[in-house]
């Protein structure tokens, strides 16, 4: 059988504000996974590169078992599941984003938190992907996160926020025990920022500075690890989540390459 037919290969495309990336995965192999970013033109839109990437990219040319694609946007809200109608999507959805009319609008149900995640893309990056790839299954962001982080907020004792800085964003994740008590985006030119919006959020939902936790996660180690320590000062239990350590013999096996909630998306087993 020719390499690039193999039937249990999968693909995993992740689209984000201003990016690509793709990874393959092959198990059985010594190397199992292959990532590549790809080399965005800023001079044309977002669409226009992942034509040119549908075009070009031998990665995306390739027969796969199963293909994800992985939404990173800040465009998505929460429906409790006893109350989630999938007809319902696209009121709800204009309702929390009445300016996103062009928007394709999904959803994720996530049975083991008891939400919906309601989301929305580009109509044209919607339409594009399918073109090429029609059995793809999309997944917001937040939706592989809150499945992951969930699970690990029952590890230990008491309430558990959870930070991921991406791109020029920060999502915010808080816990009590593996049930949700808040989830949203922010934008963030820089620590202070940060720090306002972490306080912020963890003063209305009245956690406890000294008996509640933070955990710290992204995609550049440096603006981590400066963040945690500023804001150290604000709050005791405080943490760097070590990505070798979290997904110690799991798929990913630490893969500092791949984006983190790529990495969850690749063991949340949706």
């Not at 037919?5 to 995965?25: D, P």
């Not at 192999?29 to 990532?35: I, L, M, N, T």
Request: glycine share 6%; hydrophobic share 40%; with cysteine.
């Amino acid at each position: 059988m020719p390499e690039d037919k193999i039937t249990n290969k999968s693909l995993s495309i992740r689209v984000c504000s201003n990016g690509l990336s793709f990874c393959t995965f092959a198990p059985g192999r010594e190397e199992p996974f292959e990532y590549k970013a790809w080399d965005v033109n800023h001079t044309i839109s977002l669409t226009a590169n992942l034509k040119d990437a549908l075009m070009n990219e031998p990665m995306l040319k390739q027969e796969y078992m199963r293909v994800n694609v992985l939404i990173t946007t800040p465009h998505f809200t929460t429906v409790p599941v006893a109350m989630f109608q999938k007809e319902d999507i696209q009121s709800v959805y204009q309702f929390v984003f009445p300016k996103d009319k062009s928007q394709h609008v999904s959803y994720n149900v996530l049975r083991r938190s008891g939400i919906a995640i309601v989301f929305g893309l580009d109509r044209n990056i919607h339409q594009l992907l399918l073109d090429d790839f029609p059995r793809a299954r999309f997944y917001a962001s937040a939706s592989t996160l809150i499945e992951f982080f969930s699970e690990r907020s029952m590890m230990g004792k008491g309430k558990k926020m959870f930070v991921y800085l991406h791109e020029k964003e920060m999502t915010v994740y808080a816990f009590e025990q593996g049930r949700m008590l808040f989830v949203n985006t922010f934008p963030v030119g820089g620590v202070a920022d940060m720090q306002y919006y972490v306080l912020s959020v963890w003063k209305e939902l009245g956690l406890d500075q000294i008996d509640d936790s933070l955990f710290v996660v992204g995609d550049n180690d440096g603006q981590c690890n400066d963040f945690a320590e500023k804001i150290k000062y604000f709050l005791q239990n405080v943490s760097l989540i070590d990505r070798s350590e979290d997904f110690k013999d799991r798929l990913t096996q630490g893969n500092n390459l791949l984006p983190y909630d790529l990495q969850t998306l690749l063991i949340c087993g949706f």
